[in-house]
């Protein structure tokens, strides 16, 4: 049987663990001192392009820019004919002012910036949601055994839209199907209400905040 233990003794501090019998399934702490805005995603706007970086730095909101690696931004967001070629890094078609939406990966550090992405992941109770990797189903490597082929007839009976790939979390094991396809819906009613979030606010704006479990 599953429990989950809170934990917010320290007034700066929740912990929040998933324990089955002896075994911690998951931990999650929010340190509100530290601000910390890992996984939050922004609406934000090009400021400057470093090719020699192979990045551009993002205006999201915050003081400082969020740095943008070539890599880490969706295919979507350039066009067609840059998409087969080994020189779009070079001659890259992005421009300055132009919008993205993006997801926190590492928080500011020192007098650096966020390191962002644009491949966004929403992270539900017992499963995490990627809009943009249709390609994706996988299962937490932490399970193992009969529950990881259990789990696997169980990934390919969710009705996921076909423009997007799960990931069953550890906290996933021993689930219903039943639980994870209602997680599975409260991702996507997420998701549904950023896209309408970029169309109602101008960037630079935080559009999404991360959930705690």
Same mark, same amino acid.
């Given at each position: 049987?599953?429990?989950? =233990?809170?934990?917010?003794?320290?007034?700066?501090?929740?912990?929040?663990?998933?324990?089955? /019998?002896?075994?911690?399934?998951?931990?999650?702490?929010?340190?509100?001192?530290?601000?910390? %805005? *890992?996984?939050?995603?922004?609406?934000?706007?090009?400021?400057?392009?470093?090719? $020699?970086?192979?990045?551009?730095? %993002?205006?999201?909101?915050?003081?400082?820019?969020?740095?943008?690696? #070539?890599?880490?931004?969706?295919?979507?967001?350039?066009?067609?004919?840059?998409? @087969?070629?080994?020189?779009?890094?070079?001659?890259?078609?992005?421009?300055?002012?132009?919008?993205? %939406?993006?997801?926190?990966?590492?928080?500011?550090? /020192?007098?650096?910036?966020?390191?962002?992405?644009? #491949?966004?992941?929403?992270?539900? $109770?017992?499963?995490?949601? +990627?809009?943009?990797? #249709?390609?994706?189903?996988?299962?937490?490597?932490?399970?193992? /055994?009969?529950?990881?082929?259990? +789990?696997?007839? *169980?990934?390919?009976?969710?009705?996921?839209?076909?423009? *997007? /790939?799960?990931?069953?979390?550890?906290?996933?094991?021993?689930? $219903?199907?039943?639980?994870?396809?209602?997680? +599975?819906?409260?991702?996507? @009613?997420?998701?549904?209400?950023?896209?309408? $979030? =970029?169309?109602?606010?101008?960037?630079?704006?935080?559009?999404?905040?991360?959930?705690?479990?």
């Amino acid at each position: 049987m599953k429990k989950i =233990l809170i934990n917010s003794i320290h007034e700066n501090e929740i912990r929040v663990a998933i324990i089955h /019998g002896n075994k911690l399934c998951n931990l999650d702490i929010a340190s509100f001192d530290r601000q910390s %805005i *890992m996984s939050n995603i922004y609406k934000g706007r090009i400021t400057r392009i470093e090719s $020699s970086l192979e990045a551009v730095f %993002i205006d999201y909101g915050l003081k400082r820019n969020g740095f943008l690696p #070539f890599k880490e931004i969706h295919k979507e967001y350039f066009p067609l004919k840059f998409l @087969n070629t080994c020189n779009y890094k070079i001659h890259h078609p992005l421009i300055e002012g132009q919008e993205f %939406i993006v997801q926190v990966i590492k928080n500011e550090r /020192g007098t650096k910036g966020a390191l962002l992405t644009t #491949f966004i992941s929403l992270v539900g $109770s017992y499963l995490v949601l +990627l809009p943009y990797n #249709f390609n994706v189903k996988g299962i937490s490597k932490k399970i193992k /055994g009969h529950n990881r082929i259990l +789990l696997k007839k *169980m990934i390919s009976m969710l009705n996921i839209p076909n423009n *997007m /790939g799960v990931i069953i979390r550890t906290a996933g094991e021993n689930q $219903s199907i039943e639980i994870l396809q209602k997680d +599975l819906e409260f991702c996507i @009613n997420d998701w549904n209400k950023i896209q309408k $979030s =970029l169309i109602r606010y101008s960037a630079p704006c935080l559009i999404y905040k991360k959930k705690i479990f």
